[in-house]
């Protein structure tokens, strides 16, 4: 058996881990999107690093675009076989997968209107929402906890990871050489207390670890503090210099603990009197699609859904999917808030409101989330007094403020929290993916310390034999 990665090695997009079986099957665990890592993501993007035709299977951990927003591409160039995942992805990616077809369909266009008039070749979307259609097809649903045969001597069972709705630590069984070998993916390992769904849940002891290290070198603030400093944002942003609080949120899962967050305080009655703007189509489907699973909310919000029935929605929210109501939002005048997806600000509505608020210093743009280092985001994250943005470079004189704490991502505490169902003296070999390099470093010396031998951190396209 032998495992090669061709994304998320040694930086937190584009997850993507080939394992090849003696036997001649090919396994893909997740097939996402490359995000915000400059001129390399396109390029990235178009080339996988393998025959789609050649894999057998994909498993899809969850519906966050950098875990599967190729995966239309991967069938429109050969990928013919079943996409394993839970009921709730398979839900998410239906609008998800569209959205980003969309997306690329929209930006491509803007983008295209510039390079023809400096006599550029013009550009292609990786896939069209036809395509995101078509491979929606070849999605299998597989509850948590339920051991499925995906075929004789290779048996999958889903755990829940506590990251977003229907996030899934991947679990395998895969008999070869007379011996069966227990492989665990944790694809992006949640929080034990999430604000709004369960917790992670412990999952089967593995002889090989794939584990996510986003935060593997640091710990969130607690999250009451963080509702009381964004209370504070709030108010010196929108009541004291009238401006606009700007809100770069992925539209599945951080959208929703943003919105909850303003909820509760405005039930508390502490929320001044101003507008909130949810600017994202997929961002308003994607919290009707959370409504509906209120079945997986943590009892936290259950108790508080006793006293709220909606904690999605409240007097002053509205949720935009029009592009004209959209527009409008930067001609407003009045002080508001806008939540609008990308996370990273590297595609869609965002990158508009960026372009329209960064100049002026009445208003604030927070970043909620980790961000790649070269996305807008990461670079606005780090203090850069200038950035480009649609090909125009704009002077950053809003201010620029951060909350990781709604990160959905655990840190390196709660990581090893995570870990600490199995025995780690019997996982014969462990791989650090989706993480900045430095902070895998950090963090396989702390797992070295907490017992774990041979710890790996692989290259983009690097291959090892299990």
């Not at 990928?79 to 969309?102: N, V, Y």
């Not at 609080?245 to 039930?267: C, K, M, N, W």
């Not at 108790?303 to 909606?310: H, I, P």
């Not at 009045?334 to 990308?342: F, L, N, R």
């Amino acid at each position: 058996m032998k495992i090669s990665f061709h994304g998320a090695a040694r930086t937190v997009t584009g997850s993507k881990h080939l394992i090849s079986l003696k036997r001649g099957k090919r396994i893909l665990l997740d097939c996402g999107l490359f995000q915000g890592i400059g001129a390399l993501a396109d390029e990235w993007n178009r080339h996988f690093g393998f025959d789609p035709a050649s894999v057998d299977y994909l498993i899809l951990s969850h519906a966050h675009i950098d875990h599967s927003g190729l995966i239309p591409l991967l069938v429109k160039e050969g990928f013919k076989g079943p996409i394993f995942c839970t009921p709730a992805t398979r839900d998410l990616c239906s609008i998800m997968l569209e959205d980003s077809a969309h997306i690329q369909e929209s930006d491509t266009r803007f983008i295209n209107e510039r390079r023809k008039r400096q006599g550029k070749s013009m550009l292609k979307p990786l896939y069209s929402i036809d395509d995101a259609r078509e491979a929606l097809e070849q999605f299998v649903e597989v509850p948590y906890n339920q051991e499925y045969e995906i075929e004789p001597g290779l048996r999958l069972m889903f755990t829940d990871a506590g990251h977003i709705l229907g996030s899934a630590v991947v679990n395998l069984q895969v008999d070869e050489d007379h011996y069966t070998k227990k492989i665990c993916f944790t694809g992006d390992i949640g929080r034990p207390e999430p604000a709004i769904i369960s917790g992670f849940a412990p999952f089967p002891q593995c002889d090989i670890l794939i584990c996510e290290s986003t935060y593997g070198d640091r710990t969130h603030s607690d999250r009451t503090a963080s509702l009381e400093r964004l209370l504070q944002i709030v108010v010196e942003t929108c009541v004291l210099k009238r401006g606009k609080l700007i809100i770069p949120a992925f539209s599945v899962g951080r959208t929703q603990e943003i919105v909850y967050a303003l909820d509760r305080l405005e039930h508390e009655g502490r929320l001044p009197h101003i507008d909130v703007f949810v600017d994202s189509p997929l961002s308003t489907n994607a919290t009707e699609i959370m409504r509906s699973n209120a079945d997986v909310f943590n009892d936290e919000v259950k108790e508080y859904m006793l006293r709220d029935a909606d904690p999605f929605g409240f007097n002053k929210l509205t949720y935009i999917r029009d592009v004209e109501q959209s527009k409008a939002l930067n001609h407003r005048k009045e002080p508001c808030i806008i939540i609008s997806a990308s996370g990273m600000a590297e595609a869609g509505r965002i990158k508009h409101h960026l372009a329209n608020s960064i100049g002026n210093a009445d208003n604030t743009i927070l970043i909620v989330g980790h961000c790649e280092p070269e996305s807008l985001g990461g670079r606005l994250a780090a203090g850069e007094k200038e950035v480009r943005i649609f090909g125009d470079n704009y002077i950053v004189k809003a201010l620029v403020e951060t909350l990781g704490s709604f990160s959905a991502h655990g840190d390196v505490d709660e990581m090893l929290r995570f870990m600490q169902c199995i025995d780690v003296k019997k996982v014969k070999k462990t791989f650090l993916v989706h993480g900045e390099y430095d902070t895998q470093l950090r963090f396989m010396v702390r797992l070295q310390q907490e017992g774990f031998r041979h710890v790996e951190i692989p290259e983009k396209g690097s291959s090892f034999e299990l």
